[in-house]
């Protein structure tokens, strides 16, 4: 984490209202700023909403996805220089759709694809990069595996080009595959140990469950329990696509099965263990569980988190369980949730108490079912702007001036994609 230091604040406040005045200037000159925003929301925070579209789609693949000699693509998370499996794939999964009508973006995300399966190769348990193919950082975290496959299977989905699917990438989802079953039963068959983890680095004792162990959190935080049910829940729908990918495109029956099989274990585990009940909320999902009793009742801005359960699509939105999980996600209750004089969100433990996360808000809008809290929280991300037209990770609710990492591109992507998102919810105009 990269805290910002305080800055003159009336320095600030000179450069956010000359950064408002331009925003409404551009606004007025272009049509290619999404159109959405201006049906309710004010122009001015309509202007910045179009501005940080503008940058941050423009930014996401031009400045982060860097293609190198080997053919393969390099994608940096930002002021940190090192390849996260997860940032990477949810950096460009806003650009599939486009993909289809530009070549050199299909190559980039093609490369995207080749360069992840090397990386699992070298090392499974490693959750970041080098741009020379060094491990940057070994914290095994679940959704590492799984993002690669997941961002894989939505670009087959979108373009039906069987093309990524290399002899290279089939052994990488194959040892994804066999590291997950091994971290089905940690204590008995994983090499992993990590000294940032209790019980020299073997982590806290757990119940077998049918679920993964993993050692962090997609915050890249340790676990308290090493169960982690988004984590979890992402496998499973991971595992779908994965069974998909090894019958349709590979003619794997026993692959399929494998994958298939895996999903039901880790779901059964999920439901079987996942849950407790909170006072005054109802049941709900845990963040964590040992299967042993024990419970970590919160959630983090970071995805796959319970609040964006829908989006990575374990459950619909409107599922009863999902609502009420929702409820205590977005309350005091949880001890991640903050809200002040700007904005109100999802922060992380990671991060200073009181910031929040514009990762959680996109997730937020991209989940809600109600278009007026939608509309709340894009007010919230223009207030977040400080006139650089970036999404940061984390910023004070009650001062946006202070947030850390001044340039991370995973928000801005999720963003783009968020924008994308709701412009193609809108109705069609219809013509007489």
Same mark, same amino acid.
């Given at each position: 984490m990269v805290l910002r230091k305080p800055a003159d604040r009336y320095g600030n406040i000179v450069k956010r209202l000359l950064s408002l005045s331009l925003a409404l200037l551009f606004a007025t000159l272009t049509v290619m700023a999404p159109a959405y925003a201006g049906e309710t929301l004010s122009a001015a925070v309509t202007a910045t909403l179009d501005r940080l579209y503008l940058t941050a789609f423009d930014e996401a693949i031009g400045r982060h996805a860097i293609t190198q000699r080997d053919g393969t693509t390099y994608v940096s998370t930002g002021d940190i220089d090192a390849d996260w499996l997860r940032d990477s794939s949810a950096i460009v999964r806003? @650009? /599939? =759709?486009?993909?289809? =009508?530009? *070549? !050199?973006? *299909? #190559?980039?995300? &093609?490369?995207?694809v080749a360069r992840q399966a090397k990386y699992i190769l070298i090392d499974p348990y490693a959750n970041a990069f080098t741009? %020379?193919?060094?491990? *940057?950082? &070994?914290? +095994?975290?679940?959704?590492?595996?799984?993002?690669?496959?997941? +961002? $894989?299977?939505? @670009?087959? =989905? !979108?373009? %039906?080009?069987?093309?990524? +699917? #290399?002899?290279?990438v089939r052994s990488a989802f194959v040892r994804v595959l066999q590291v997950l079953r091994d971290e089905q039963h940690h204590e008995k068959r994983s090499p992993y140990r990590h000294d940032q983890l209790a019980n020299g680095g073997r982590g806290s004792a757990v119940r077998y469950t049918g679920m993964v162990w993993t050692g962090f959190r997609p915050s890249d935080d340790p676990a308290r329990y090493q169960f982690n049910i988004p984590e979890n829940m992402f496998a499973v729908v991971v595992m779908r696509d994965l069974t998909n990918i090894a019958r349709n495109v590979w003619n794997d029956s026993r692959m399929a099965d494998n994958a298939w099989g895996l999903s039901v274990e880790i779901q059964r585990g999920i439901e079987q263990n996942g849950t407790? #009940?909170?006072?005054? /909320?109802? &049941? /709900?999902? $845990?963040?964590?569980?040992?299967?042993?009793?024990?419970?970590n009742v919160m959630d983090d801005a970071n995805i796959p988190s319970l609040l964006s359960i829908p989006y990575f699509g374990y459950l619909p939105a409107g599922n009863s369980l999902y609502k009420t999980t929702r409820a205590f996600v977005l309350s005091d209750r949880?001890?991640?949730? +903050? %809200?002040? =004089?700007?904005? *109100?969100?999802?922060?992380?433990?990671?991060?200073? %108490?009181?910031? /929040?996360?514009?990762l959680a808000l996109c997730v937020q809008a991209l989940t809600s079912t109600n278009d007026g809290e939608a509309r709340r929280v894009l007010g919230y991300i223009a207030a977040s702007d400080v006139g650089d037209h970036r999404l940061h990770e984390s910023f004070d609710v009650n001062w946006p001036e202070q947030y850390t990492r001044a340039d991370f591109a995973w928000p801005n992507a999720l963003y783009a994609e968020l924008v994308l998102t709701r412009k193609e919810q809108q109705p069609r105009a219809t013509g007489r």
């Amino acid at each position: 984490m990269v805290l910002r230091k305080p800055a003159d604040r009336y320095g600030n406040i000179v450069k956010r209202l000359l950064s408002l005045s331009l925003a409404l200037l551009f606004a007025t000159l272009t049509v290619m700023a999404p159109a959405y925003a201006g049906e309710t929301l004010s122009a001015a925070v309509t202007a910045t909403l179009d501005r940080l579209y503008l940058t941050a789609f423009d930014e996401a693949i031009g400045r982060h996805a860097i293609t190198q000699r080997d053919g393969t693509t390099y994608v940096s998370t930002g002021d940190i220089d090192a390849d996260w499996l997860r940032d990477s794939s949810a950096i460009v999964r806003p @650009y /599939i =759709r486009l993909s289809t =009508r530009d *070549a !050199q973006v *299909a #190559t980039k995300l &093609r490369g995207v694809v080749a360069r992840q399966a090397k990386y699992i190769l070298i090392d499974p348990y490693a959750n970041a990069f080098t741009s %020379h193919y060094k491990v *940057a950082e &070994r914290k +095994f975290e679940v959704d590492s595996l799984l993002y690669p496959i997941w +961002f $894989a299977a939505a @670009y087959y =989905r !979108q373009t %039906h080009d069987k093309s990524i +699917f #290399t002899p290279e990438v089939r052994s990488a989802f194959v040892r994804v595959l066999q590291v997950l079953r091994d971290e089905q039963h940690h204590e008995k068959r994983s090499p992993y140990r990590h000294d940032q983890l209790a019980n020299g680095g073997r982590g806290s004792a757990v119940r077998y469950t049918g679920m993964v162990w993993t050692g962090f959190r997609p915050s890249d935080d340790p676990a308290r329990y090493q169960f982690n049910i988004p984590e979890n829940m992402f496998a499973v729908v991971v595992m779908r696509d994965l069974t998909n990918i090894a019958r349709n495109v590979w003619n794997d029956s026993r692959m399929a099965d494998n994958a298939w099989g895996l999903s039901v274990e880790i779901q059964r585990g999920i439901e079987q263990n996942g849950t407790l #009940t909170v006072k005054g /909320i109802g &049941r /709900i999902y $845990a963040y964590e569980v040992d299967g042993l009793g024990h419970a970590n009742v919160m959630d983090d801005a970071n995805i796959p988190s319970l609040l964006s359960i829908p989006y990575f699509g374990y459950l619909p939105a409107g599922n009863s369980l999902y609502k009420t999980t929702r409820a205590f996600v977005l309350s005091d209750r949880n001890p991640y949730y +903050f %809200h002040g =004089r700007y904005a *109100a969100g999802v922060g992380s433990p990671h991060t200073p %108490h009181g910031y /929040i996360w514009p990762l959680a808000l996109c997730v937020q809008a991209l989940t809600s079912t109600n278009d007026g809290e939608a509309r709340r929280v894009l007010g919230y991300i223009a207030a977040s702007d400080v006139g650089d037209h970036r999404l940061h990770e984390s910023f004070d609710v009650n001062w946006p001036e202070q947030y850390t990492r001044a340039d991370f591109a995973w928000p801005n992507a999720l963003y783009a994609e968020l924008v994308l998102t709701r412009k193609e919810q809108q109705p069609r105009a219809t013509g007489r």
